[in-house]
């Protein structure tokens, strides 16, 4: 082998210890989501997600959903550790907005709870932002749940939505 080719084959990240944890988030997996309105009604809804391992360093997926109003959405997330900034770092796109949503997260001494910030558009002023947390508990191999909140205006944090994901 030259010394070309054994330096490109050394080159890139290697995962570490931190890239472990996200591994557990790969498979396919069913969801039931209850939201809660602004208005206090609760809506439940079903989906389905498939997360991909994308070189031990990123899980990558792809999922789909209803919206309260029954619109059907889909979305794609990524979650890896970032080695340089020595931080977890994740995005999440969907069919139904245009803000790219990106996380900066931290995962729990007993490695059971990452917690995901991110700053999106206010859901009920527009034109305004706000600040989330989506907050994913790994409950068993088998089951996660995520739990996302928004910060009202005296800054406490209301959860809003819960998805239950069961390995299928």
């Known amino acids: 082998m030259s010394t070309e080719t054994q330096e490109a084959t050394e080159m890139g990240t290697k995962p570490t210890a931190e890239h472990e944890w996200m591994q557990q988030l ?41 919206m309260p109003d029954g619109q059907q959405m889909t979305y794609y997330t990524g979650l890896g550790y970032d080695v340089s900034f020595k931080e977890y770092r994740g995005f999440m796109v969907m069919s139904v907005s245009s803000h790219l949503w990106k996380y900066v997260g931290e995962l729990s001494g007993d490695r059971k709870t990452m917690t995901l910030n991110c700053v999106g558009p206010n859901m009920t002023k527009e034109g305004e932002t706000s600040n989330y947390r989506d907050v994913i508990t790994i409950v068993d191999a088998n089951h996660r749940i995520l739990s996302s909140y928004g910060q009202g205006e005296n800054g406490e944090w209301q959860e809003w939505m819960v998805s239950h994901y069961t390995r299928v």
């Not at 009604?41 to 070189?55: D, P, R």
């Not at 997926?61 to 209803?66: M, V, Y």
């Open 26 to 66: 790969v498979g396919e997996w069913r969801t039931e989501t209850e939201m809660s309105m602004p208005n206090g009604e609760k809506v439940n809804t079903t989906g389905k997600e498939s997360v991909e391992n994308l070189g031990g360093l990123w899980a990558l997926g792809k999922g789909t959903g209803a």
